[in-house]
C-alpha cells in the first residue's frame, strides 16, 4: 500500500471516529440529563452517565493519571503507525480505530474534565463510541497479529478473496 493510501486510510478512520464520537456525545448531553435512561426499563438502553475514570470507569477520579496515560497511549499509537514493522490496510485501520478513539475521550476529558459515556447494556458498565473503536481497534490487531501475519509472510495483507499462495 503507498503511504499516501496508508495516511488517507489512518485520517479517515481516526476522523470517522472522532467525529462520531463527538457527536453523539453532544446529542446525548444536549437532550437528556444526567443518570437518565431512554427507554428506562430495556434490556439495552442510552444512559447518560460521566466517568472521571479510565475505561468501564475504573480508577474514578484519578483524571491527572488517566490523562498522562492517554498522552503516552497515542504517543505510542503514533509511533507504531509512523514507523510500522508491516504494511497492511487492517493494520492501518486497527490504529485509526484506536487513535480516534483516545482522542475522542481525551477531547472530552480537557474540554469537561470528564467523559460522557451512554450505551448501556445493563450486563457492562456505560461506554461511548471512542470506546468501541478502541475495542474494536485493540481486537482487530489482534485478529491480524494471531491470524494474518505469520513470521516469513508477505508484508501486504493479501487482498479479500484473493487465491491463497
Given amino acids: 500500500m503507498s503511504r499516501i493510501k496508508r495516511d488517507a486510510l489512518f485520517l479517515l478512520s481516526t476522523l470517522a471516529v472522532i467525529a462520531l464520537d463527538q457527536f453523539t456525545k453532544e446529542l446525548v448531553r444536549d437532550n437528556m440529563y444526567p443518570g437518565q435512561s431512554i427507554p428506562p426499563d430495556a434490556l439495552v438502553r442510552i444512559t447518560y452517565v460521566t466517568n472521571t475514570g479510565g475505561a468501564f ?26 514507523f510500522p514493522p508491516i ?13 480516534g478513539g483516545a482522542i475522542g475521550n481525551l477531547i472530552d476529558r480537557i474540554r469537561l474534565g470528564h467523559v460522557t459515556d451512554f450505551f448501556d447494556f445493563r450486563v457492562w458498565p456505560v461506554f461511548n463510541v471512542a470506546d468501541s473503536a478502541i475495542v474494536t481497534g485493540v481486537a482487530v490487531l489482534a485478529f491480524f ?21
Wanted: overall charge negative.
Fill in 87 to 99: 504494511n497492511s490496510w487492517l493494520l492501518t485501520t486497527a490504529l485509526g480505530l484506536q487513535f
Fill in 145 to 165: 497479529v494471531f491470524f494474518i501475519h505469520r513470521e516469513g509472510a508477505p508484508v501486504d495483507t493479501p487482498k479479500i478473496g484473493s487465491p491463497p499462495e
Fill in 57 to 82: 470507569g475504573i480508577l474514578q477520579g484519578q483524571s491527572l493519571f488517566i490523562l498522562i496515560t492517554t498522552f503516552v497511549g497515542v504517543a505510542a499509537i503514533l509511533m507504531y503507525y509512523l
